[in-house]
């Protein structure tokens, strides 16, 4: 099957189905999976226009909602966390679509970037379950009980919750901040910033992953509708580059995600938070090293 704007040609079961392991894999550490299937675009495929970014956000359009309605099914969206996350991002979003635009159209480089990304937070990730190996922390579901928050408070200066019976705080501003600035790297990257953020969360607030999962899935698709509009809204601007997204592309990888992320989000209480921590960490390493490398 031919992909006129990516301009590829590949057989329509392919995409669905990377998607689904993809996403079943990742929505379980609160990823939509749009951070892998970016490399599987560029390196396998073999679409590298500035249009992927945006067909990796239409990607996310489709495939989150049904895992976000999962996340609220089980009383586990933390909605103020939610919100914050997205009134930080939304800008950073926009800013990111232009850098990626403006200044980073050379796929060579862009996988530079990538790498570079992914890398950070790979060795983020590894320092942290490397240092808090052995204090206990890895925790397991018993129940729906046991997995539902509860919000003690919500102001302009902090955020209070409850989960398994330990209270979480942490600060409106920082939070904010923090998402701004993961917003444009993620407009860049097109992954709407949740990929960025999850990790964030865990490592510098000791946020429990699986109360932020909904949280981050959320404020990706939120953002991701924002990211596509935006490329699609410059698209008419820049008559000779491919930025407007591969529509027909994006929705077969999101058919694949919708069931990925469902599932993934339906069996996440089953999996140890350490072990969902390693395996997002692990293929990070993997993909940031193969970019770099490549590079030079």
């Known amino acids: 099957m031919l992909f006129e704007t990516a301009g590829i040609e590949v057989s329509p079961f392919i995409p669905p189905l990377v998607a689904f392991g993809v996403s079943f894999l990742t929505s379980m550490a609160g990823l939509s999976g749009a951070f892998l299937l970016l490399p599987f675009q560029m390196s396998v495929l073999g679409y590298v226009h500035p249009s992927v970014s945006a067909t990796n956000q239409l990607f996310n359009i489709v495939a989150i909602p049904a895992g976000v309605w999962r996340f609220v099914k089980e009383?586990?969206?933390?909605?103020?966390?939610?919100?914050?996350?997205?009134?930080?991002?939304?800008?950073?979003?926009?800013?990111?679509?232009?850098?990626?635009?403006?200044?980073?159209?050379?796929?060579?480089h862009f996988k530079l970037f990538v790498g570079g990304v992914l890398f950070y937070i790979g060795c983020r990730m590894a320092r942290e379950l490397l240092v808090g190996k052995g204090r206990?922390?890895?925790?397991?579901?018993?129940?729906?009980?046991?997995?539902?928050?509860?919000?003690?408070?919500?102001?302009?200066?902090?955020?209070?919750?409850?989960?398994?019976g330990k209270t979480h705080r942490f600060s409106v501003p920082g939070i904010s901040f923090m998402s701004f600035i993961v917003g444009i790297i993620g407009g860049i990257y097109g992954i709407g910033g949740g990929a960025i953020i999850a990790p964030f969360f865990v490592s510098f607030y000791g946020l429990p992953i699986y109360t932020v999962a909904g949280a981050t899935l959320m404020g990706t698709f939120v953002t991701s509708v924002t990211g596509v509009l935006f490329y699609q809204g410059m698209a008419p601007f820049f008559p000779t580059m491919h930025i407007a997204p591969d529509w027909g592309l994006g929705v077969l990888f999101g058919i694949g995600g919708i069931a990925g992320v469902y599932f993934g989000a339906r069996c996440q209480r089953y999996m140890p938070e350490n072990g969902l921590k390693w395996m997002l960490c692990l293929v990070l390493l993997g993909t940031a090293g193969k970019y770099i490398i490549g590079f030079f």
């Open 75 to 108: 009383g586990r969206m933390v909605w103020p966390l939610t919100l914050v996350v997205v009134v930080g991002t939304l800008p950073g979003v926009v800013i990111g679509a232009l850098i990626r635009v403006l200044y980073l159209p050379d796929p060579r």
């Open 136 to 164: 206990g922390g890895d925790r397991k579901g018993q129940g729906a009980g046991d997995f539902q928050t509860r919000v003690l408070f919500w102001n302009r200066k902090e955020i209070a919750y409850t989960f398994q």
